[in-house]
């Protein structure tokens, strides 16, 4: 059997129960499930596979398979599955969120199930990986787990009141276009550049190998002097592509790939920072809408909610390409079925890597409940519609401001204009209804506006429900 079936595990409701495995080739199998049998025969290479049928919310069941042995799955609950993705503020654990002490004491959550995939890489999709088992959430075993995915698990089965299984499947440092499979990148031509960048950092990998081991071997011995003296050990010195993690499609192959026989609900994902750069930032958009398409192919249950984190304020330096990560990752909006939690105020102008992972959980959530669920609630900030001339000014329309429009913390900021040269000024911002009329001195015809256009802005709009509007541009 897989690592991702075991005991403990959540299966997804209302999709048909997915069961498959190894055998002797011919094998007789047969599998048993909520009073529900199906039987097979392993194929010529010992392959074989059993879809049993749908059904509601519930448990615990066992699972039983029957071949020339018999395997008892126990602990079963059939309710919501998620994959959680992405890099480093992904893959942060509970035990370093904000208050983590009085967060960790209370995640004695049954229903919530958690799957850990370990970190590999691999150079072609793998049909198993290497992975904790299944548990359920106690403040144990939800330590080193996803605070993101917990605290998204955790609003959901509040909402919902059904089981909650989360399979976090992150790595730090890691750009999407590992996440993505070589079919889906090879097979668009705007991709090429994925592969050139590729090409770029490895032309001298022998070389950057031999100094990274000097290194390594330096940070040894400076440890082991430390530990003998009783002093602090240092840091480990963290570089990216230490693995080969970087490699197109090394992650999808071997983190995500082995997933996707797996019926799932959907997938949140909190990635972009390792996409960043001035080589990636400008092919993100068209390689995000590609991963997401890819990973809902492979997985054959439709256009899954796709939810996402936009990245977070920060202060990255003067070639900051945060902003059009950003933008990129809002145009992704485009595709169906896709939410994006803006986290523009509740990040930390001098930690990568902030605290607040409650009120991210909490955002993907409501996205959720609005994108998967049909909920009739609020889940976005204000989202950049249109910008119309008026005068001197700009009046800027957005969506998701039913609510009305808020400028929180004095006189409204954040917004600039630009006439035809596209120099853009800082402009002077007021609300008027659901709308923003922006000016600039010097810019007597503004042709285009944007909003929170820098790594860490200083930006305060929001709508009546108290979520943040995201940074845009109108025009690049």
């Given at each position: 059997m897989p690592a991702v079936l075991g005991d403990h595990m959540v299966v997804q409701r209302r999709l048909p129960v997915h069961v498959w495995g190894k055998a002797a080739a011919g094998e007789a199998v047969s599998a048993t499930f909520r009073d529900d049998t199906r039987s097979t025969t392993a194929d010529s290479i010992g392959l074989w596979s059993l879809y049993l049928k749908p059904g509601e919310a519930g448990g615990p069941f066992e699972l039983t398979i029957r071949g020339e042995n018999t395997l008892t799955l126990r602990d079963i609950l059939v309710g919501d599955v998620w994959v959680a993705s992405g890099q480093s503020n992904m893959e942060f654990g509970m035990k370093n969120v904000m208050n983590a002490g009085v967060e960790l004491a209370a995640a004695n959550r049954p229903r919530i199930r958690l799957f850990h995939v370990?970190?590999?890489?691999?150079?072609?999709?793998?049909?198993?990986?290497?992975?904790?088992?299944?548990?359920?959430?106690?403040?144990?075993?939800?330590?080193?787990?996803?605070?993101?995915?917990?605290?998204?698990?955790?609003?959901?089965?509040?909402?919902?009141?059904v089981p909650i299984g989360l399979i976090d499947s992150s790595w730090g440092g890691t750009p999407a276009d590992a996440w993505t499979s070589l079919r889906a990148l090879s097979a668009d031509a705007a991709l090429m550049p994925v592969f050139a960048e590729w090409a770029r950092m490895t032309d001298d990998l022998?070389?950057?190998?031999?100094r990274r081991e000097q290194e390594l071997e330096k940070w040894r011995r400076a440890s082991e002097e430390a530990k003998a003296k009783g002093t602090t050990e240092p840091g480990f010195p963290w570089r990216s592509n230490d693995s080969g993690e970087w490699a197109p499609a090394a992650l999808y192959n071997a983190m995500i790939a082995p997933l996707t026989p797996f019926p799932i609900r959907g997938a949140i994902?909190?990635?972009?920072?390792?996409?960043?750069?001035?080589?990636?930032?400008?092919?993100?958009?068209?390689?995000?809408?590609?991963?997401?398409?890819?990973?809902?192919?492979?997985?054959?249950?439709?256009?899954?909610?796709?939810?996402?984190?936009?990245l977070a304020n920060f202060k990255t330096g003067p070639d900051s390409h945060w902003p059009d990560l950003r933008e990129a990752q809002r145009e992704t909006l485009?595709?169906?079925?896709?939410?994006?939690?803006?986290?523009?105020?509740?990040?930390?102008?001098?930690?990568?890597?902030?605290k607040n992972k409650q009120e991210v959980g909490r955002?993907?959530?409501?996205?959720?409940?609005?994108?998967?669920?049909?909920?009739?609630?609020?889940?976005?900030?204000?989202?950049?519609?249109?910008?119309?001339p008026e005068g001197s000014a700009l009046r800027v329309s957005f969506t998701h401001a039913a609510?009305?429009?808020?400028?929180?913390?004095?006189?409204?900021?954040?917004?600039?204009?630009?006439?035809?040269?596209?120099?853009?000024?800082?402009g002077d911002a007021q609300i008027d209804g659901a709308t923003v009329l922006?000016?600039?001195?010097?810019?007597?015809?503004?042709?285009?506006?944007?909003y929170g256009w820098s790594d860490d802005p200083g930006c305060n709009l929001y709508n009546?429900?108290?979520?943040?509007?995201?940074?845009f541009q109108s025009s690049k």
């Open positions: 370990k970190n590999k890489v691999a150079d072609h999709p793998l049909d198993d990986l290497a992975a904790w088992p299944w548990e359920a959430a106690t403040p144990e075993s939800v330590k080193d787990f996803s605070a993101v995915a917990y605290f998204f698990g955790r609003d959901l089965e509040d909402i919902l009141d022998a070389v950057t190998k031999v994902w909190y990635q972009g920072e390792s996409n960043a750069s001035k080589e990636r930032a400008p092919l993100y958009a068209h390689l995000f809408e590609t991963m997401i398409e890819d990973w809902r192919r492979a997985w054959g249950v439709g256009d899954f909610p796709f939810l996402f984190v936009q485009a595709l169906a079925n896709t939410g994006m939690a803006v986290t523009i105020d509740i990040g930390n102008p001098t930690d990568i890597h902030p955002r993907l959530a409501l996205a959720a409940g609005a994108i998967a669920y049909g909920e009739q609630l609020e889940y976005s900030g204000p989202m950049f519609w249109q910008a119309t609510s009305g429009l808020v400028a929180r913390g004095g006189a409204l900021k954040g917004f600039a204009v630009a006439g035809p040269d596209g120099k853009f000024v800082n922006v000016s600039a001195s010097g810019v007597s015809s503004p042709m285009y506006v944007r009546g429900d108290g979520l943040p509007a995201s940074p």
